[in-house]
């Protein structure tokens, strides 16, 4: 069995441990983040029959799965970097989920393209959860505006998604975005790396984006 194929099984195995001793039925999808590896490293998982593939780059991701995507259209590819209002033409055409929608410029552009490509993108807002001035993500006191305006402009606007502080114990940001999620009325939840899937899990984040523990370390 291959490393990646052999980790992401751990990794649903110890999901299903933590979240079984709370009595939690719904357990996440894991978004496989496949950013700088190559074809050799994703085959494995593909052929094990893993569908969520999370990318940062809009330019290496068409590079990357324009044509699996086309013999594979069970493939759901997730872009969770920042998104340039630049790439978004490119960005809508390839990628099924967007997680990183902060402001309504992106979210007009992404709207403007869907239209042209008749197609729907799933929309997630990131959250700057820590008011981090280094860190993208919509400000929490700006967040009812731009939820408006994303209904106003018929985005499919399914959750929230955030990037908590390094180096600080990440529960207190999940309890605080799961609450946020759930006052909006959301079903999905983006939330939880490598290094705290379990915690954003047992905070019932509906989709963890895991790289390194599934690949192994970026070089």
Known sequence: MHNAVKNLLDIENNIKINLGRLNIQNYPKIIAVSK??????????????????????????LEKWTEIKKKNLNIKLHMIGKLQTNKVKFAVKLFDYIHSVDSEKIAKKIAEEQLKLDKKVKIFLQVNIGDESQKSGIKKDDLDKLVSYCNEIKLDLIGLMCIPPVNIDPEHYFKEIQELNKNFGFKELSM???????????????????????????I
């Open 36 to 61: 700088t590896f190559k074809l050799d490293n994703i085959l494995p998982l593909l052929e094990h029959g893993h569908i969520d593939f999370g990318e940062n780059k809009v330019q290496e991701a």
């Open 192 to 218: 939880g790396m490598s290094s705290d899937y379990i915690k954003a899990a047992k905070n019932l984040s509906t989709y963890v984006r895991i790289g390194s523990s599934i690949f192994g370390q970026r």
